[in-house]
């Protein structure tokens, strides 16, 4: 079966950086689409950055855009988010996610939970401020 785990959260001061990673087994990884996701306390999950198969164009959530760096490397079967400039808003549950397709569907750069039916754990990130 399809497993995504998560990994390269922790605590981190404002302004300050972290890198995320996800790996995923039990599908054509090169083929496809990893979307990241956050989900604070009491709030709904949030798209934070979609990666076609390609590593090609990369979409990112305004809240984000400017500040977080998606990769992936296809070899390692394994999708990045490298984190800089972080804020407490920042602070939440990061979730990847991965759907067997290509493309990114987003709105306003943010890709839609409902695209991806595969999902981690999540890993927590934590922002002092």
């Known amino acids: 079966q399809v497993q995504v785990v998560e990994s390269g959260g922790g605590l981190v001061q404002a302004g300050g950086s972290l890198r995320l990673s996800c790996t995923a087994s039990g599908l054509r990884f090169d083929v496809s689409v990893m979307g990241w996701f956050r989900q604070a306390p009491g709030k709904e999950r949030e798209g934070v950055s979609c990666?076609?198969?390609?590593?090609?164009?990369?979409h990112y959530a305004d809240s984000v855009k400017g500040r977080f760096t998606a990769s992936r490397d296809n070899a390692k079967s394994t999708v990045y988010l490298q984190m800089d400039s972080l804020k407490p808003e920042d602070e939440a549950m990061y979730y990847c996610a991965a759907a067997r397709r290509g493309g990114c569907t987003v709105v306003n750069g943010a890709p839609i939970a409902s695209d991806f039916p595969y999902w981690g754990q999540g890993t927590q990130v934590t922002v002092s401020s």
């Open positions: 990666i076609p198969w390609s590593g090609g164009r990369t």
